[in-house]
């Protein structure tokens, strides 16, 4: 069979993990090309595409001086030069910038006091994550902008955050492990996918990546993604049995042992989605990725593991977060050690009660005998 490689055909991979083929040439609109390569209906797709484009008309690139659409220009030229700012959270920022230019763009950014920021925030207080993205985005702006003289002061600074009022991912029960490996045994990508998220505490950015090169001396070392431009955090987990025992029955990869039915590594969106799938074939709805890494800090907490030692384990660099899971586990103890003193000191016996409870349900105690005078 012979490759013929088209003229403006991309490959692109979206937010999912998906990889589709697109039209894209330069000064003209990025078209979807529909059906398999070579099928009539993506071969009829492509030439319409390429007879029919029209070039797209320039926009005037005009922005009243000091508005929040220049000062955002000019903030994001600034982004792109941050290296310790991950390219999401510079995807994000921009998103909701872009956002709020649509309506306020030629809007004095000088003149934005606190109350609109929150107004901005109210807005949105129905989805509370969206809500915070704004203050949070306005704030990086509103920093940039001061620490180039182009306004005064950060109003964002001063505007609270909603709470979400989420408990986050729901964690895994040991239950739904079982119920999980039920479903895919030893031997598939789905158990050692639960097996690498499992035993290594990472997160789904981390375990994509994960591959022959990170193990030394029975030990995954690991720099984790999240914060890797500003605070590199490496990690150091001893590979257990349990985690071993998946590796060993497959089936991996080399550079990533995790991969797709394509035989490529995933990407974290792209694994996150396939493990939810892997996850609603097992019956187990609600659960994800990160509801595993949950799942890990608490089952060392149960085991009696310090906040620390769970730290070296999860890469977190506060107690904040791990702290929870210890004082849960605490707290499971201390009850367990004062039900036991309780325990200790009934044994089998059983209190009568019977002659303590009067016909209306009241405890009644004897009254002394009163003297006569």
Known sequence: MVSVRLKYVIEDVDRHGNVRLYFRRKGYPKIRLRGAPGSDEFMDAYRKALAGAVPIPAKPSVATPGSLRAISIEYF???????????????????????????????????????????????RADRPEAANAIVRALRGLFDFAVEKRLVASNPARSVKLLSTGSQGHRAWTLDDVATYEAKHPLGTSARLAL?????????????????????RDGAIYLTQQKNRRRKPITVEVPIVSALQEAIDAGPTGDLAFLRTEFG???????????FRKWCDEAGLKGLSAHGLRKAAAARLADLGA???????????????????YTKSANRKRLAASAMALVEAETGNKRVPLSGLIAPGGTKSTPKPLKRKA
Not at 98 to 121: N, Q, S, W, Y
Not at 195 to 215: C, E, F, K, N, P
């Open 77 to 123: 030229r600034h982004l792109a030069t941050r290296k310790d700012l991950e390219p999401s959270t510079v995807r994000v920022r921009r998103g909701v910038i872009e956002g709020l230019c649509r309506e306020h763009g030629d809007k004095p950014l000088g003149r934005m006091m606190p109350h609109h920021v929150a107004d901005f925030r109210d807005d």
């Open 195 to 215: 097996a690498l998220l499992l035993y290594t505490g990472q997160r789904r950015s981390d375990v994509v990546l994960i591959g022959r090169q990170h193990v």
């Open 264 to 274: 490529r590594p995933f990407t974290a969106n792209g694994f996150g989605n396939r």
């Open 306 to 324: 310090t906040e620390h030692q769970i730290m070296a384990v999860t890469g977190h660099q506060t107690s904040k977060e791990v702290s929870r």
